[in-house]
């Protein structure tokens, strides 16, 4: 069966998966039937030892998630039997029982590592978001906590309309009628 399967601790994250239609399972049994495999958690030793016994023979991994510590590739290295650079970014890792596991940009951040960093498609919305949040924190400054602050949802729906419209894209608009249905309790209940 093909495509994507989801590993989670997260018993909410994990239900939200399955309402999605993905199918969520434990990591040792994931790497058994996986081809690719991207980290993408934040902590460490996600793909471990014991995931590495189970792989598919040319499995490939990735990390985009956390430093080069979610691939715990010192246990991959004593595994091996041997490694060679199979192309830039690519190191194949030659086990004992005659399957190769691939590693991607060293288990580093495989979008920077093994690429020229984010494009700029991404970068301009990452710059606009800073750039006015940096306006609002001065605007604002008096009535801020002393606190790490999520970015005000205005920000965000400013910086995504600017996009859209940068790339020709349009999209509907409520009417007064559905505003005020919306910002409203007493119709419809």
Not at 60 to 70: D, K
Not at 95 to 104: A, E, K, N, V
């Amino acid at each position: 069966m093909q495509g994507t399967l989801i590993t989670e601790v997260e018993p909410v994250r994990a239900l939200e998966a399955i309402m999605e239609g993905y199918r969520v399972m434990p990591m040792l049994e994931a790497a058994a039937i996986s081809d690719f495999i991207v980290t993408a958690t934040g902590d460490k030793n996600v793909v471990d030892q014991p995931h590495y016994e189970k792989m598919k023979d040319g499995c490939i991994l990735a990390n985009s998630g956390h430093f080069n510590v979610e691939i715990n590739i010192p246990a991959l290295e004593r595994m091996a039997i041997g490694k060679q650079k199979h192309r830039q970014y690519v190191d194949e890792y030659f086990l004992p029982t005659g399957r190769t596991i691939r590693l991607l940009a060293e288990g580093r951040l495989v979008n920077l590592a093994a690429a020229e960093g984010h494009p700029s498609a991404v970068m301009d919305m990452s710059f606009a978001n800073q750039a006015l949040s940096a306006v609002f924190i001065k605007n604002n400054r008096e009535s801020l906590a002393n606190d790490v602050l999520p970015v005000p949802l205005e920000i965000d729906q400013e910086i995504a309309r600017m996009k859209l419209e940068a790339m020709q894209m349009h999209i509907d608009t409520l009417t007064e009628e559905q505003e005020r249905y919306l910002s409203s309790w007493q119709e419809g209940t």
